[in-house]
């Protein structure tokens, strides 16, 4: 009854299927419809396996989005697992980033387990592999077990100790796991075929020896299962119907395969192999995020110039960009860099509307309005977003004395520099007209301030039409500015010209922070983390969470404003 009720279900997704762009772009959704279709899975099964090592990248948000995505879509369940087999590198830290990072992204998991919870159920396993004469402990160090392993060309050669009885084996891994022998004394192979083309197959190494403590079993085990040994018996054991995985372990496939069924799992888990995400300008592998996490290159794991989640959650991305994103480079087996642009392209579209468009000044210049009255403050209506009414209205100063933007005045300008110079007239912003009258400058000749005039008559929405002016320029009132911080960046890794052996570390761009102390409107004295804004001419801007202090906002620039980039079409 249940089998028929999903499969009705499931017939009438595939009617809609054909009109489903989805479809187009992500080769494991079209099996896992064919698999519903012929009944070869009820319901659709998946996990997100990420080993609690560093923080989760966005590379790690495409498996996320997969594997949820096409669950929630199928009415399945998708678990959250940590594949914590290995004690050394992994830490609570990275377990409750990572719990953060799927919540946040939007995704709610089905079981929250840990590879090490199953450590006592791989252990019986492996002594079933024994006891079938189909594992063996090897003397054999970690160099003569690659050394004897063969190459692509050459077949590798048995193990001296390859022909143990399974009583001597089933006794030393039991002595293994007592703890008597040092890392790297013994360990446990599958016994499968020195001679397989695929190497993989030539009696991987199952078990080895690892005196440390674990962040979740503490000291219980000295002996861990290898992570090609694990895996499939996670899988296995949650009853994973589809297991999704980047490239790289498409020739792990057969050993996958080959563990599930020897170890006689209930379960039958399939692995399928998808192109793994990489962006230009910067670098995907938490173990290099870590190096620059460590060699204090950014301040944290959450830098807003890094990759992460959590660094770009920091930079002011949402979700919801980040997933039209994932859905949007979709899932093949090519092997490809994704434009840096392209992942901007959907933050922009996500904040077009949704972002109150603000003025801030980032390296500001004092303009005197000469015939303006001393001590009065009048206030003027802006509108918050001219594509979104919406977002309503708000108020903002103005006064005698305004901050505008250095590089909006000039004392020589160009031929078609329409912004601000001596004599020229141009627009401020929802307020009025102003000419620049005289400039100041200090005993270094710099020019520290501007003294201007405006014309009462060209206030913005009155209607004047006396004349034209060809710039209009955003400002802030300088009695009632909040300070504030900005904070401008450029990729943090340079891409290599075909230079492939030149370490990520060489290549760090030195410029990748600038950091501005200018003004915003008081309006947003109030703002709170992650609040964002576009300012005018600027750009795309979110509140930082750590750096920010009541009535002095610090700001992330999420992006700029226009790019020539155009999302490729399919
Ligand atoms: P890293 O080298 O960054 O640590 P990993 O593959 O070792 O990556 P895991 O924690 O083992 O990281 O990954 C969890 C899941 O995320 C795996 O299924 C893995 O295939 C997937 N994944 C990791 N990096 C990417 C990427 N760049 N694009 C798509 N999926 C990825
Ligand atoms: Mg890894």
New binding site residues.
């Given amino acids: 009854m249940y089998d028929e009720e999903i499969t009705s279900f499931t017939r009438e997704r595939l009617v809609g299927l054909e009109s489903k762009t989805a479809s187009s772009n992500n080769f494991i959704r079209n099996i896992v419809v064919e698999d519903l279709a012929a009944g070869r899975v009820t319901e659709v099964v998946t996990r ?4 609690p ?2 923080y989760l ?1 966005i ?2 948000a ?2 996320i989005c997969l594997n949820f995505e096409l669950a929630d879509e199928f009415k399945g369940r998708t678990n959250l697992r940590f ?1 914590d087999t290995n004690p050394v590198k992994e830490d609570v830290e990275y377990v409750e980033s990572i719990k953060q990072d799927v919540k946040w992204l939007g995704f709610e998991w089905d079981g929250l387990f840990f590879a090490s919870d199953y450590f006592g159920q791989m252990y019986e396993r492996a002594l079933l592999l024994i006891r079938k004469g189909l594992a063996y402990v090897d003397d054999q160090t970690a160099d003569q077990i690659r050394e004897n392993r063969g190459t692509l060309s050459e077949p590798g050669r048995n193990s001296p100790y390859r022909d143990r009885t399974v009583e001597e084996n089933l006794e030393l891994f039991e002595r293994m796991k007592k703890g008597e022998f040092g890392n790297g004394e013994k360990v446990l192979r599958a016994k499968i075929d020195m001679s397989s083309p695929n190497i993989n197959m030539r009696d991987p190494v199952i078990y080895r020896i690892v005196h440390a403590h674990h962040h979740n079993t503490g000291d219980a085990w000295v002996i861990y299962p290898m992570y090609a040994f694990a895996h499939p018996l996670e899988d296995a054991i949650e009853g994973v119907t589809h297991s ?3 490239l790289e ?1 498409e020739d792990q496939r057969p050993f996958y395969d080959w563990v599930v069924e020897q170890c006689e799992m209930e379960a039958t888990p399939r692995q399928y192999e ?1 192109n ?3 962006i230009t300008n910067t670098v ?4 290099k ?1 870590k190096a620059l996490v460590d060699e204090k290159v950014v301040d944290g794991w959450d830098d807003p110039r890094m990759p992460t989640i959590s660094g770009l959650r920091r930079k002011g991305y949402t979700p919801e960009a980040i997933r039209a994103f994932c859905r949007e480079i979709g899932v093949a087996k090519s092997y490809g860099v994704v434009d840096e642009r392209m992942l901007e392209h959907f933050i922009r579209e996500d904040l077009k509307l949704k972002a109150p468009r603000t003025m801030a000044v980032l390296r500001p210049l004092k303009v005197v309005i000469t015939n303006y009255p001393e001590g009065q403050v009048e206030w003027l209506e802006a509108e918050n977003n001219s594509e979104n009414e919406e977002l309503g209205n708000r108020q903002i100063p103005f006064s005698r004395e305004i901050y505008i933007e250095q590089d909006d005045f000039m004392e020589t300008p160009p031929p078609k520099y329409f912004r601000l110079f001596p004599g020229n007239e141009v627009r401020l912003k929802h307020a009025y007209f102003i000419k620049c009258e005289e400039v100041v400058k200090n005993e270094a000749g710099e020019v520290v301030e501007l003294r201007c005039t405006y014309d009462p008559e060209t206030k913005s929405g009155s209607g004047f039409t006396g004349r034209k002016v060809k710039g209009t320029i955003h400002w802030v009132e300088a009695s009632q500015a909040v300070p504030a911080e900005f904070r401008l960046f450029e990729p943090l890794i340079n891409d290599e010209d075909d230079d492939e052996d030149t370490s990520f570390l060489e290549r760090i761009n030195p410029n990748s922070l600038e950091t501005l102390q200018g003004f915003v409107e008081p309006g947003m004295k109030g703002a709170v983390a992650q609040d964002k804004f576009q300012f005018f001419r600027h750009g795309y801007f979110n509140v930082d969470s750590k750096l920010s202090e009541p009535g002095r906002p610090v700001f992330n620039r999420i992006v700029s404003l226009k790019s020539s980039f155009e999302v490729p079409k399919a």
Avoid: A, Q, W
């Fill in positions: 997100f396996p990420p080993e090592n560093g990248h590379g790690h495409k498996s594949d999704i995985c980047t372990f998808f793994r995400l990489n995907m592998s938490k173990r995020l």
